[in-house]
C-alpha cells in the first residue's frame, strides 16, 4: 500500500464519487473541488448520500 491521505486519516468509507467520460474530465473536476471550503463539500455529499452510508460496494 502506498502511504497517503486515506492512511494518514484513517478514511475506511468511501461515501461519495463522480464518473467522468475520461480522465482529463475527472482531473479537473478533481482541481475544482479541491478549491471549495469545507462546506460546500459536506453539501455535495450530504445532497447524494444523506447518510454517510460506504459506496465502494455499489462500484461493483
Known amino acids: 500500500m ?3 491521505f486515506t492512511k494518514k486519516y484513517g478514511v475506511h468509507r468511501l461515501v461519495y464519487f463522480e464518473q467522468h467520460g475520461d ?3 475527472a482531473i479537473t473536476r478533481e482541481k475544482l ?7 460546500w463539500k459536506l453539501h455535495l455529499i450530504e445532497a447524494k448520500n ?3 452510508e460506504d459506496l465502494y460496494d455499489s462500484l461493483f
Open 2 to 4: 502506498v502511504e497517503g
Open 50 to 52: 444523506p447518510n454517510w
Open 33 to 39: 473541488l479541491k478549491n471549495w471550503n469545507r462546506r
Open 23 to 25: 480522465m482529463y474530465q
